[in-house]
C-alpha cells in the first residue's frame, strides 16, 4: 500500500466476539478471544512504529476503525469515543493505546465473549464505512480484516439466498476498486486441516462464501514467486493459534510496507531452490 | 520466529546487548518514543535507536528485515565503512558494524554504530525555510557539489530521500542510511531498495545499480527547491516525507499531472525540461546519461588495492564451494510469498511460533 498523509489508508477490523470464541484453544491455555485481541493490538503497534511514528511524530497516513460483532450489535471496538464518520485519525488512535503491566503491546481492543456473531451485519456496516472512506479519500487503499471462528449455521444459517446475493454486490462495488484488500481469518480451535491463501474455492457453501467474500491477494506478495501461481485469495480457513499469528502478521506488513520495499526484497534462493 | 520491530524495541528497552558495543558505558534516548518504548526512526530494513554516553550520542542502527541480516549485506556493510574511512568522506559519517550485538527472541542481530547528527530533518528544514531564498539557493548549490563529490569518489548512495538527507548544525548537507550504499569496487548484481518512490525515477529496478543512482533524486529535489524558491506556497507547513513534493503518480504520469504542470509555469525551462525528458525516457539509465551525459567519464572505478594486496589476494587459495542448507516447508505453505518473514505456519505448535515443518 502506497500511504501518505495526502493518501491515507484505511485499515478496517470485524472481529466475531460472539460467546464461542471463549474457548481455548487445543493446548488449553488461551482463549480464542484472548489470541485475537493480542494479535490485534499487535498489529495495531506494528502500524505505530512502522507506518505512522515518523522522526519524533505522528503521520496522519492510516486511519483505523474496528468493530466486534457479537449479540445483536456491532460495536465501537475502542475506548475514544465512535467519530461521526466512524474511524479516527492516526493522532487519535495511535496514542489512544493503554499501556499494560508485564507487556510491551498497549491494548487498543478488548472485549469479552459474548452472544451469538451478527457478523453478516458487520459486513454490511463496514462496506458502507468503505464506500464513505472512498469518497472522502478516492484511490485511497482500504485494507480490512475480518477474523471469526463462525461456521454456517452462525454466519449465514438465517440468511435468505436474496440477503446473501445483496451482500455479494455490495462487496463486488467495493472489490473492484483494485486498492481494496479483504483479509479474511476463520480461526478453529480443533486442529482441522488448515486452508491457507488457496488459489480455488472450496467446496463447501460455507467455505466458498469466505473465498468469495476474500479478495485476492495484492500482487506484491508474490513478486517474484516461482510457484507461478500469484492467484490466491487473502482467505485462511481453520486456521490455530500460530496461523492467526502469522496471518496477520503478514497483513500489517501489507499495510506498511512500501510496494518498492516488496519488490526489492531479494529472494530466498533456499526457500525455492528443491 | 520472525522477528518485529516491536520487539527490537523491546529487546532495546531490556538492555539485552550481548556484547560490548565499544562506546563505553551508554543509556538509550526515550524521549520521543511511545507506550514506554525507546525512542526510533524507522528506515525500509533497519530502525535506528539513539545511544548517549557521558559525551557523546550515537545512531544504533539493527535490521528488522531478513534481508538486511544476510551474510552478504553484512559484508557489504563492512566495506563500505572500510571505504569511507579509507577515503575521508565527509558527506556521510563513519560507521562500524557490530556483530551479534543485540538478542532479540534469541536470535543475535548486528547493530551499526555510527556518530548520531545533530541537526534537522531535510524536508522540515526546507518548510521552515521557505520563504528564505537564500538557504534555498545554498542548498541547490550544497546538492550539486554532493553529486559530483559521490560520483568522483566512486560511491553512489542508492537511496537519496529527504528523510536521509540531514542538515547539521553549520548549515551542511550530511546523508544517512547505508543500506544501499555501494562503490564501484563492491560487486553487485542487485540493489536492496529501490529507494522512495515520490523521489526516484519511475523505472528504476532492482537491476540499476550504481554510480549514478543519486543524480534523477539529486536533480528532482534541485528543481523542487527551484520552485519552491519561487512559489513558497506550493509546500505545506509540515510535508509528510513520504511525499514530500510529488507523489509517485506525478512521476509515473507527468503529462496528467496537475503538480508538474504548476511547477512548468513557475521555474524556467531549463530547470525543467531535463527532468521531463527524463521521466519520459525508456529507462533509468536513458534517464541518467539524460541529466547527466559525462556519467561515464565521472564514474569511472577506482581501484582501492595497492598492487601488493591484488597479489596477496591472488596466492590465497580458492575456497570449496559452499552448499545451501534447505530449508524445509509446509507443503500448503512454501510458495506463498518472499521469504521467511511471509510464511504461514498453521500446525500444532506454540502461538506465534511461526517456523514450518514437514
Partial sequence: MKITTSNPGLVLFLIDGSHSTGVTWGDGKQLLSESIMKQTNQFILDLVINAVFDDGEIR??????????????????????????????????????????NSNVPIWVEYTPQGKTPLFDGWMQSFQIISDFNKQFPGSPVFMVTLTDGDFKELLGSKTDQEKEDMKAQLDVIKADESFVHLVVHI?????????????????????????????MPAIAFENSHDGQQNRRAYILNADAGGLSKALELGSKLVYLDNKQLESTPLNHEEVEE | ??????????????????????????????????????????????????????????ALRIPKLESAKNPFALEKLERMSEILEEKSINWFPDFRLVRDALQVNGELLPVLIMPFIEGYNFSQYIADNRYETEILYDLIHQLEMLENDILRDGFDHGDISVRNI????????????????????????????LGCSSINHPLRTPRDIGPGLCIFPIRIITMILHTIAKEPSLLQDNP???????????????????????????????????????????????????????????????????VDEMLQLDTQPPSPPQVKQKIRHHPKMRTLSLSDEFRISNSNKKEGDGEDVE
Fill in chain 2, 166 to 193: 540531514l542538515i547539521d548544525g553549520t548549515g551542511n548537507i550530511m546523508l544517512i542510511d547505508p543500506d544501499a550504499l555501494h562503490h564501484t569496487t563492491c560487486s553487485l548484481s542487485r540493489s536492496p531498495e
Fill in chain 1, 188 to 216: 478453529s480451535p480443533d486442529n482441522l486441516e488448515p486452508l491457507a491463501f488457496p488459489t480455488s474455492a472450496p467446496n463447501d457453501e460455507f467455505g466458498c462464501f469466505l473465498f468469495d467474500a476474500a479478495t485476492w
Fill in chain 2, 240 to 306: 509528510d516525507p513520504q511525499a514530500f513534493f510529488f507523489t509517485e503518480s506525478d512521476l509515473r504520469n507527468p503529462s496528467s499531472s496537475v503538480r508538474m504542470k504548476r511547477v512548468k509555469r513557475t521555474i524556467k525551462k531549463k530547470y525543467f525540461r531535463p527532468i521531463i525528458c527524463a521521466l519520459n525516457s525508456p529507462s533509468l539509465m536513458k534517464a541518467t546519461e539524460i541529466l547527466r551525459p559525462d556519467i561515464h567519464k565521472v564514474s569511472k572505478p577506482v581501484v582501492l588495492f595497492t
Fill in chain 1, 60 to 101: 496522519d497516513r492510516i486511519k483505523l476503525s474496528a468493530f466486534v460483532a457479537q449479540g445483536e450489535n456491532i460495536n465501537w471496538a475502542f475506548e475514544i469515543e465512535q467519530p461521526p464518520e466512524k474511524w479516527l485519525s492516526a493522532e487519535e488512535w495511535a496514542n489512544s493505546g493503554r499501556k499494560v503491566e
Fill in chain 2, 1 to 58: 520466529m520472525t522477528i518485529s520491530a516491536a520487539d527490537i524495541l523491546e529487546a532495546v528497552d531490556q538492555g539485552s546487548w550481548n556484547t560490548d558495543l565499544g562506546i563505553g558505558s551508554f543509556s538509550i534516548d526515550y524521549s520521543t518514543g511511545r507506550f514506554e518504548l525507546p525512542s526510533f526512526r524507522m528506515g525500509a530494513s533497519w530502525m535506528v535507536v539513539i545511544a548517549e554516553t557521558n559525551t557523546c550520542k550515537y
